[in-house]
């Protein structure tokens, strides 16, 4: 017997079965020719013919993690600034916006005000942060200051320290001038830098930014759960690249949610209790810490603001209509005059980040022109290059530049809230409910009834808009960004809101700043929440847009959940069939109420689903009540001399 035959016979019968495979997988490569694949190992695109130079590149932080940058060089660029925007939603995707060799085709898309970018001839740097897409090490959402909640030496404020340090030193166009700019989750990470900037960081345009995800951005308001959030949780921090799609099988949202019961249902339904920033989320309900020591506006209004800043807000910001003012309102209460004298504002009739798209509407709601256009050309691009560039134009931005709707033009004016250039201060006005469904003026009286009242049923929430409630998404066939401007005829019919209307006005009303709400109410339940909606009731027609007779627009809406009455941070129940006081700021309004138009005030329990049902009875968490929990309850909205619902307006008087 030749020696191979007695190896092979001493082999275990699988062992012998691999080697006969391995023998005759051998003489079968033998019997062909090598035929190698046609793609190269790494290929290099080249870039002839582009107004433009794509680099990439691996910048170290202090630590050792590297962070994926794109860094587009316009050809010919010599001594220009730099225009830096972090992002956790892929740097290769922000910047390959079109398969064009023009830099502005490129650039077309989110994040990207093309027209100041272009003007200005700056070089555009777009980072993945780090732990996302591209970018080495950990990934933790709107990732806090080191500090009690963030043990490590890192955080997105030094991450952006070191990126500005590489790139000022590395890219040779440059004339060392960086700005940042972003929006929403990069608008907060456009304001992170300014605590403790680089030398180099010159000016910040945080646009529509999460500041604070409780009070009133993008996870509660006034403590009610955006239940409608929980996809977006899901995708950005399931997977390094977004990759775990949410999966549904209901065309209506509001047939997904109410199938749940609750938010933590429906999360455990999703294996989302492998999520460490829903695990956080949950277990953080009230405005404990958690919150709290990671609100920018507070953090903010600690330092002196060393960086010409300008914040941007939309009047009708459907994610983050919360963050832009706080940080507006901390910094200017807390802060000498040399540091507020670099902070400006805008304010625009847009949706969230409307403000780089064509913005001539907002939904059925003409503005006469362009303001996404005016606000990139007139105002962003000559802010921009007085910064940026090194033989700079004068600044001729004012301070503030507020789109008044209703009015439909743009005013120059020195503070916020005012009502003119000379700084008109905003009156306050209360604005009370009266009996017979009507709003008046005048405070009620001895001859008023008492309250009007409704019953609120869980297992019948109001929807937030017309069903079917579509999801959160930015996809042409979804309608998500026009629902704070949604015509609200559809909930002043229903038995479960309340409504009240004042007489056709004689003379126009010019509203800037927040309204106050000072809801006096009661509830036969221990919890409760509170929607107030102040709207304007179009005349029954309008000459020249005919589907504008009647509509109900809103100019501030908001929800307050009743457990927070006394404390945000130690919640409490409700005592029932006792008339309570509730007050809370609605977002800003920059509103002129037309002659012929009425100011309409309506409030409801119920929000859904984009806010999580109130059970109605009180509970530990609501996130985690049990179907036993969830109670009718009559809500009343008292209207007495001693208990006077009203909503205090930033009234400008008319000259």
């Known amino acids: ?80 600034g730099i225009l830096l925007t972090r992002t956790p939603y892929s740097a290769d995707v922000l910047t390959a916006n079109s398969p064009s060799m023009h830099l502005g085709s490129a650039l077309w898309g989110y994040d990207n005000a093309v027209e100041a970018i272009l003007s200005g001839g700056y070089i555009r740097v777009v980072q993945d942060i780090r732990g996302k897409y591209g970018s080495e090490g950990d990934y933790v959402m709107n990732r806090p200051l080191h500090g009690p909640l963030n043990p490590t030496p890192v955080d997105e404020s030094t991450d952006t320290y070191d990126t500005i340090d590489w790139l000022v030193k590395n890219i040779p166009e440059s004339n060392g001038r960086v700005g940042v700019l972003g929006i929403s989750y990069d608008g907060f990470l456009s304001l992170m830098p300014l605590v403790n ?35 977006y949780i899901y995708e950005q921090t399931a997977t390094r690249a977004n990759t775990a799609r949410w999966l549904t099988s209901t065309f209506d949202d509001y047939d997904t949610y109410m199938r749940a019961g609750t938010a933590g249902a429906l999360a455990k339904e999703r294996g989302m209790d492998q999520i460490g920033f829903w695990r956080k989320l949950s277990a953080h309900p009230a405005y404990d810490s958690f919150w709290s020591d990671q609100a920018l506006d507070l953090i903010l209004a600690r330092q002196p603001l060393t960086v010409p800043t300008m914040l941007v807000a939309s009047l009708w910001d459907q994610e983050d209509i919360y ?51 005016y606000f990139r050309t007139q105002i962003l691009a000559p802010f921009l290059a007085h910064f940026l560039q090194d033989n700079p134009p004068p600044l001729t931005v004012a301070r503030v530049n507020a789109f008044e709707t209703g009015a439909n033009r743009w005013q120059q004016l020195s503070d916020w809230p005012s009502g003119c250039a000379a700084g008109c201060t905003p009156r306050s006005t209360p604005l009370y409910v009266r009996s017979g469904g009507k709003l008046s003026f005048a405070a009620p009286t001895a001859t008023d009834n008492a309250f009007d009242e409704y019953v609120s049923d869980p297992a019948h929430p109001v929807p ?57 109410a009661s509830t036969t339940g221990t919890d409760s929440d509170w929607v107030v909606k102040l709207i304007d009731v179009y005349p029954d027609e309008v000459p020249g847009n005919p589907p504008l007779g009647g509509y109900q627009l809103p100019i501030a809406m908001d929800i307050f959940r009743g457990r927070y009455r006394q404390s945000l941070s130690h919640p409490a129940p409700l005592t029932p069939n006792q008339p309570l006081d509730y007050q809370f700021a609605l977002p800003t309004a920059n509103h002129l109420f037309l002659p012929g138009h009425r100011i309409m005030i309506q409030v409801q329990s119920s929000w859904f689903p984009l806010y999580d049902r109130n059970p109605q009875t009180y509970v530990p968490s609501i996130f985690f009540a049990q179907p036993t929990d969830f109670q009718k309850a009559t809500q009343r909205i008292w209207r007495s001399t001693t208990n006077a619902t009203h909503i205090d307006l930033p009234v400008i008087p008319n000259p």
């Open 1 to 80: 017997m030749p020696r191979f035959a007695l190896r092979f016979a001493r082999l275990s019968p699988v062992l012998a079965l691999l080697v006969v495979l391995a023998a005759h997988a051998a003489r079968a490569q033998s019997k062909y020719p090598d035929y190698p694949s046609e793609t190269p190992a790494h290929f290099q695109p080249t870039q002839t013919g582009m107004d433009y130079q794509r680099r990439e590149a691996m910048i170290p932080m202090r630590d050792g993690v590297r962070l994926h940058t794109v860094i587009l060089v316009p050809t010919g660029a010599h001594r220009v």
């Open 197 to 231: 900037p680089h030398p180099a960081l010159k000016v910040a345009i945080p646009m529509n930014p999460m500041v604070d995800g409780w009070r009133g951005d993008d996870w509660f308001h006034n403590g009610a759960f955006r239940e409608q959030n929980l996809p």
């Open 323 to 373: 963050g832009a003012i706080a940080v507006w309102k901390a910094v200017n209460a807390a802060q000498a005059d040399s540091a507020r004298k670099n902070l400006f504002l805008t304010l625009g009739p847009w949706h969230h980040g409307q403000e780089i798209e064509s913005a001539s509407s907002l939904g059925a709601i003409p503005f006469d022109s362009d303001t996404g256009l």
């Open 464 to 520: 937030y808009r017309t069903r079917p409630s579509q999801p959160v998404g930015y996809t042409p066939d979804l309608s998500w960004v026009r629902w704070l401007v949604d015509d609200q005829r559809e909930f002043s019919g229903r038995p479960d809101v309340l409504t009240w209307t004042s007489d056709p006005l004689t003379t126009p009303l010019r509203v800037s700043g927040e309204p106050i709400v000072h809801l006096a």
